[in-house]
């Protein structure tokens, strides 16, 4: 096999064909630094390890477990990552959502349940929703992460407050 070539928060970065079977959370955080991504349980049930992944340019972005994906899978794919949500010191108004309204304890959960948003967030900037539809997509949306502090509530409050209010999201 040839190096793997594909992009994180719209860099491109290479990895070894020696690499293939490596999980894309540990290339992240020891090839390249990034340590947003948590790694958790491991087995692809927590989703604390959640990034959003474009697998072609201009696709719906989706949420990927980065503990479960081996970097084989991701030949040119476009990744994005907790590190990419900040606006330089500008929190994007769903971590700023998240802190307003006490989503999160420990914090450990934040960065997956953060990127599942941000794909319904980028979902969302091309696709408004009826509003009376919100719960149940945000439900969908984040229903499989666990929080083992219970933030359950805040995170989807926060979630439904910043789409509503952010115009154009929803109609
Ligand atoms: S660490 Fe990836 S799903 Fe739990
Ligand atoms: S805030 Fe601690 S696990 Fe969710």
Redesign the pocket.
Same mark, same amino acid.
């Given at each position: 096999m040839d190096n793997i070539t594909f992009s994180v928060n719209g860099k491109p970065v290479k990895a070894s064909a020696a690499e293939a079977d490596l999980p894309l =959370?540990d290339f992240l955080q020891e090839d390249l630094g990034l340590t947003g991504t948590?790694?958790? +349980?491991? !087995?692809? =049930? +927590?989703?604390? +390890?959640t990034v959003s992944v474009r697998r072609q340019p201009g696709a719906p972005p989706e949420p990927m !477990?980065? +503990?479960?994906t081996p970097l084989s899978s991701l030949q040119g794919v476009e990744i994005s990552t907790i590190e990419s949500v900040a606006n330089h010191d500008t929190l994007h108004p769903l971590q700023q959502a998240f802190l307003t309204h006490f989503s999160f304890q420990c914090g450990y959960c934040t960065s997956g349940f953060l990127m599942a948003a941000m794909t319904l967030w980028d979902r969302l900037v091309d696709n408004p929703i009826n509003k009376q539809d919100l719960d149940e997509v945000v439900h969908n949306t984040l229903k499989d992460h666990i929080c083992r502090c219970t933030g359950y509530i805040r995170y989807y409050e926060a979630v439904k407050a910043a789409i509503l209010n952010q115009p154009g999201m929803t109609k």
């Open positions: =959370v948590k790694f958790c +349980c491991g !087995i692809g =049930v +927590c989703r604390a +390890c !477990i980065a +503990c479960s």
